[in-house]
């Protein structure tokens, strides 16, 4: 009876189908997008290679919202701590033009290799002049450049130098005294990276660090993954949660009109079955069951939906990382999108089941 049900109306059927589905796929591409930029923005901080990060007092871990230099003789006082290999400054330029967090390094060369290992060159070099600008392989091939491409950058028109395999920092470098010049930051940075002779040092370091310049945020790698999270960055959560609660509000009033319709049309019907006997129990678990039949199937098509979703983003936007579907997530998605299906649909069943036989058929 369900199947019939179901199959009764097609169109509906579909509609309520696509909604379930609309649901789960913006919970799971909502979830992946937010996930996945956090993550990458990790990867590729610790993918720069330094132990420690130190940072004046009061930025913010999050590289595009900190923006107070200090002075860059503090780089000076880093390296004299004992176990300490080498310390690169790292002055950041915010752009919007970059089509990502907008974050541009503006690092010194050869203090950025002694810290990372330098970068692995695709194609081109090193910055040959005060204008040039390093990107790395992802960017490249997501704006169409080349080396010897010009890039409109801070309102100046940058050359690009080189490629580089992704993964260290940001996605542009330029020189640093360039980027002070841009700033008016003359002789100051934004950020100290730290390599430590041996990484069983890092704590050393640490607290070295702290004594040396207390109040200033100071961080190990393993402290800066453990922070990378939606918890940690401002408004994350919230968007999350809201953009769940609007995908969980679409799908409860497509069912929610989808069975109240279907209540309405099949009303005598509803008379007849209660006229043979059908008690309110059986009337509420028709509708209950149908309802949750249709969230099922949407929820297997959300999923499909959003596999093919995230390659259409990947493949579009090549700089975006959306992190795969995961099982927990799947799972929370599952749950939300069958709760909001029964809930929309528990009413119409209620009243189904509160039908009077005679005023049913009736009903015309």
């Not at 580089?164 to 940075?189: C, M, N, W, Y």
């Amino acid at each position: 009876m369900i199947l019939v049900n179901v199959l009764h109306r097609p169109i509906r059927t579909v509609v309520s189908i696509l909604a379930v589905a609309i649901e789960v796929v913006m919970v799971l591409i909502v979830v992946g997008l937010t996930t996945g930029l956090i993550n990458d923005a990790a990867r590729r901080t610790e993918g720069i290679g330094g132990d420690v990060m130190v940072q004046p007092s009061g930025a913010s871990f999050m590289f595009s919202l900190s923006s107070a230099p200090v002075p860059i003789k503090v780089g000076d006082r880093l390296a004299e701590i004992p176990h300490v290999l080498a310390v690169t400054p790292v002055l950041f330029q915010s752009d919007l033009s970059t089509h990502g967090l907008g974050v541009i390094f503006g690092i010194d060369i050869p203090s950025w290799n002694r810290v990372s290992g330098g970068f692995v060159y695709l194609s081109g070099g090193p910055f040959q002049g005060p204008m040039d600008v390093l990107v790395d392989d992802w960017y490249a091939k997501a704006n169409h450049v080349k080396v010897g491409s010009t890039l409109s950058l801070l309102s100046q028109t940058f050359h690009v130098s080189g490629i580089v395999e992704h993964g260290k920092g940001s996605r542009l470098f330029i020189p640093l005294a360039t980027a002070q010049e841009l700033s008016s930051s003359h002789d100051k940075a934004s950020i100290f990276f730290v390599k430590c002779t041996d990484p069983g040092y890092t704590d050393d370091v640490e607290a070295a660090i702290q004594h040396l310049l207390p109040g200033w945020e100071i961080h190990n790698m393993g402290q800066f993954m453990s922070m990378m999270t939606s918890n940690n960055l401002p408004a994350v959560d919230t968007f999350i949660n809201a953009m769940i609660g609007l995908a969980v509000s679409i799908g409860f009033l497509v069912i929610f009109l989808s069975m109240y319709t279907t209540i309405t049309e099949r009303t005598r019907e509803i008379g007849i079955l209660k006229s043979l006997g059908a008690s309110k129990g059986y009337i509420l678990s028709i509708i209950l069951k149908e309802a949750s039949l249709l969230a099922v199937i949407g929820i297997a098509a959300g999923y499909i939906g959003t596999a093919l979703v995230r390659k259409v983003l990947i493949e579009s936007f090549p700089t975006l990382y959306v992190e795969s579907m995961t099982s927990g997530w799947a799972a929370k998605a599952a749950i939300l999108a069958l709760m909001g299906a029964l809930i929309g649909a528990f009413y119409p069943a209620l009243r189904a089941a509160r039908l009077d036989p005679v005023d049913a058929l009736a009903y015309e």
